[in-house]
């Protein structure tokens, strides 16, 4: 039996307990500091497990956000086999104790004890250039979803000052919209300034897309906006706010155009990336989530365990005679990856640019299913071919 040693990581520390065999504790508990010197006292408490059972210990601890990386990077560099678990598995299989004691101790023990009662696979580390990939695609993310809040709170603002406003442009928060609206915040700033100076203005933020005569046209059209809006003292407050706003827009698409700047340039020789953009509906972007999420496909050893970790597969229940007609995805593992693969699954069943995934919609939609079933079953079904396609190396067929 394979010694064992349960880490409990938090935040600049960890908790050790070492394990000869199951049961057979070694040594005390061991509290080290992530430093040098505490990585140092800590090699040498493995080595001297090592040396006494004859054999390399196997390390086991909770994926901690990222927290546990440095122990990663250190027993990868020393050579080490180290397990990374959900710690939704170690809560759950800690709640059938009958004593329930929850400390940073307890935690190492419990987590060195569970190697012998569960089967697990060795952590499989994502390469540098992935992990880079997928900090540069999660803050994508984290600053999309703020633009997000602050266009609409932005819009939000518009409707009380200048209701009519978004009818002028097609785009209401296109570059030409937003540079016209920095000038006419109000529609008394309209009413005050000659058609003229109005119709030079929105030329100069749309050139050269379109030409004079269309910039005299929206002129005329913002007037007329204008003399319909409900015009009123306007608060001091939401005209700062407003502006306010307009710089936050400005600022948060820069940094997200940085963002994807940077990450056209990690992916550019990256030969899975390649491969998943030959599938129809997956843009840049998308395949880049995709490939910082997944990592190394080397990591999954079966379809199964990738869709699993996407959260995309169907929860089953049955129990004696009955059995569940009616089955929700498990929504567990990568939520980022989940996200991807619907916009996907979606985009590619998009003006049907996917065939084989069209046809497959269809079937599924033809047995039943509702839309979103059948759109996560696609996502499903495209999680199956992205393994394929990665492991043997070969591109997308659209036939």
């Not at 602050?150 to 209701?163: D, G, N, S």
């Amino acid at each position: 039996m394979r010694p064992a040693v349960g880490i409990d990581v938090s935040k600049g520390e960890s908790h050790i307990q070492a394990f000869r065999k199951q049961k057979d504790v070694f040594g005390r508990i061991l509290n080290i500091q992530h430093t040098k010197e505490g990585f140092r006292e800590f090699h040498a408490f493995s080595q001297k497990l090592e040396r006494e059972v004859e054999q390399k210990p196997v390390f086991i601890m909770e994926a901690t956000g990222h927290y546990h990386l440095p122990m990663i990077f250190f027993l990868e560099e020393k050579g080490y086999e180290a397990i990374v678990i959900n710690p939704y598995i170690s809560s759950h299989t800690r709640k059938h104790s009958l004593r329930r004691v929850k400390t940073d101790v307890a935690d190492a023990y419990h987590l060195g004890q569970l190697f012998y009662k569960e089967e697990f696979e060795t952590y499989k580390q994502r390469s540098q250039q992935a992990i880079k990939l997928r900090q540069l695609t999660r803050q994508r993310d984290s600053l999309t979803d703020m633009h997000t809040q602050i266009k609409l709170q932005f819009q939000a603002t518009i409707e009380k000052i200048f209701p009519t406003y978004p009818k002028l442009f097609h785009k209401f928060f296109s570059k030409a919209s937003l540079q016209v609206l920095e000038s006419y915040t109000t529609p008394a700033s309209v009413l005050e300034t000659p058609k003229e100076q109005i119709a030079n203005d929105i030329y100069e933020a749309i050139k050269p897309a379109r030409d004079y005569n269309w910039a005299e046209g929206k002129a005329d059209h913002l007037i007329e906006l204008a003399n319909i809006a409900p015009i009123q003292d306007i608060e001091e407050g939401l005209l700062i706010n407003l502006n306010i706003q307009m710089k936050l827009l400005e600022q948060y698409l820069m940094h997200i155009t940085t963002l994807e700047k940077e990450i056209k340039t990690v992916t550019k020789d990256m030969e899975e990336y390649h491969l998943l953009t030959s599938i129809p509906g997956v843009g840049d972007i998308t395949a880049a989530d995709i490939i910082a999420e997944i990592g190394s496909i080397d990591r999954f050893n079966n379809p199964r365990k990738l869709v699993a970790f996407a959260g995309v597969d169907p929860e089953v229940y049955s129990s004696g005679r009955f059995t569940s007609s009616s089955n929700r995805i498990s929504k567990r593992g990568s939520r980022q990856l989940r996200r991807a693969m619907y916009m996907a699954a979606k985009c590619g069943l998009s003006g049907k640019v996917n065939g084989p995934l069209q046809a497959f919609y269809d079937k599924k939609r033809a047995e039943g299913k509702p839309f979103k079933v059948a759109v996560m079953a696609c996502a499903n079904k495209l999680l199956h071919w992205i393994y394929a396609m990665l492991t043997k190396k070969e591109y997308f067929i659209n036939e």
